[in-house]
């Protein structure tokens, strides 16, 4: 099993939709949750990060951890065709700087 | 700001040649780190610097592989002789502190 899953997808959604992105981890020390977007061909894109527990709003972006259920989250509001990217979840322990990354899920908006 | 610059963007070599990509990172940024990237999967580390020193290449296989950072700036990643596994998309990533800024990436065909 590996420290971070995440669902590759792709998930196909309409402009406008919510749109829900997710991760698991196994690792109880990750005390870091970030989630990057990354379009075909670029580097990955830092959108947010959380420490700890509780949520975080940017704008469309909202992201969400749990730790209890070792559980994150990424909703995207009102999503647009430029959102069509892959979106990386990523998770770093708390004194070290070294991301473990999920595997990415593939958004896809349909105007 | 300028952002993280990698070059070359693409390389294209035989088995058993050697090849090396170099990385600029954000200004005033300590931490350096060579990711590998393969298709439909999340970043993983090869190494990362603070500084000139190297503090984290458990991961770098280092029969082929071998990356400098002289004078704590730019860094080099080389890999000899290729092999065909070695396909992938190398990114190079700068921060200071918890958030890590991605360049766009070397992708690296081995034919």
């Known amino acids: 099993q590996k420290e971070v899953e995440q669902d590759p997808g792709p998930l196909s959604v309409p402009e406008g939709a919510i749109v829900s992105l997710n991760c698991t981890y196994s690792?109880?020390?990750?005390?870091?949750f970030m989630w990057y977007r990354q379009y075909s061909r670029k580097g990955p894109e830092l959108l947010m990060y959380t420490y700890s527990s509780g949520n975080k709003e940017d704008g469309r972006f909202t992201a969400q951890v749990d730790k209890s259920s070792k559980y994150i989250s990424l909703f995207i509001r009102d999503s647009q065709p430029s959102d069509s990217a892959t979106y990386l979840c990523a998770m770093m322990r708390s004194g070290y700087s070294t991301l473990t990354f999920g595997k990415g899920t593939m958004l896809l908006v349909s105007p | 700001e300028a952002g993280v610059v990698q070059s070359p963007r693409y390389k294209i070599i035989e088995k058993k040649q050697p090849v090396a990509f170099w990385c600029n990172p954000i200004s005033g940024h300590n931490t350096l780190y060579w990711y590998r990237q393969n298709l439909g999967q999340g970043p993983e580390l090869l190494i990362r610097?603070?500084?000139?020193?190297?503090?984290?290449d458990s991961q770098l296989p280092k029969d082929r592989f071998s990356a400098e950072r002289l004078k704590g700036v730019d860094s080099t990643l080389k890999i000899q002789p290729a092999e065909l596994g070695d396909s992938a998309v190398y990114l190079c990533?700068?921060?200071?502190?918890?958030?890590?800024?991605f360049g766009p990436g070397t992708r690296l065909t081995v034919l």
């Open positions: 690792n109880s020390a990750f005390q870091y």
């Open positions: 990533a700068s921060g200071s502190g918890t958030e890590q800024f």
């Open positions: 610097y603070e500084n000139e020193e190297a503090v984290d």
